[in-house]
């Protein structure tokens, strides 16, 4: 058996095979939007666990594999032996022995480490507490399809070090662009990722100086799932780092704005800026369909041949 590949964060593709998976999503988007049926995936399952809400990741994983004449199942821990304790390990010789890739979505990445050192078939990391991968494949193929190569440019980050700032650093690495990221204090994206990547990253505290020659503005939700307890305290914590169209005029006359949604209009993101011409936002979201049915594709090459 050929050696299983998982994706549980960027850096497990290489940044040639990142390229070319950008290149298939936007190849499988146009068969998509020509009517062709492409079905590879016949009698295939994939299993995907939910440990958090999700409307963009659960609806691209379904539709993705119905497109691909497969099948997705739901799993959720409120019905499932995982949310009783049944150690991870053993749930993951389980479930990997009767389909053929899993997606999961949950608090720790350990337990997803974990997952995919026990499974026989490749492991999807559909968001953690530290890193949302796959949202960054459907923002890399949305830069491309507007602007070409992002290799050079610079993008700005404002707001929470949260997963998707995590991922944005892992992303400046493999794709050859510059990050800045304003963050209040305290809200700094993990010091290890950031002392690994310094040639790659420019930590700022204000978001007027980050979006300074940005070719793209990003933000996110400034309490994460799982954090909303702390949301009345970051609100406060977070005053001045929302994006909104003055902001946006700071940056290249060309930038873009992406936020992965749920936006919280009036918060990290104003809601003229969700209207603006440059959020891309939405066609972001839909590349989700797109860049992850690559991913499948891409993991799952070997059954695909045969
Ligand atoms: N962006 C994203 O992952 O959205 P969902 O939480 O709706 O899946
Ligand atoms: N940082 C957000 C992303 C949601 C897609 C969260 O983890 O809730």
Known sequence: MMSTRHFLTLLDLSSNELQQLIQRAIELKQMRNQG????????RVMAMIFEKASTRTRVSFEAGMAQFGGHAMFLSPKDTQLGRGEPVED????????????????FSHELVETFAAHSRVPVINALTDDYHPCQLLADMQTFHEFRGSIQGSTVAWIGDGNNMCHSYINAARQFDFHLNIACPTGFEPNASLVEANQDRITLL?????AVQKADLVVTDVWASMGQE???????REFKGYQVNPALMDLANKDALFMHCLPAHRGEEVSDTMMDDPRCVAFAEAENRLHAQKALIEFLLKDLILN
């Open 91 to 106: 749930s993951a010789r389980v479930i990997s022995s009767m389909v053929d890739i899993v997606m999961i979505r949950t």
């Open 36 to 43: 062709a049926v492409y079905e590879p995936l016949k009698n």
């Open 229 to 235: 307890d702390e949301q009345r305290q970051r609100m």
């Open 205 to 209: 505290d204000s978001p007027e100086e």
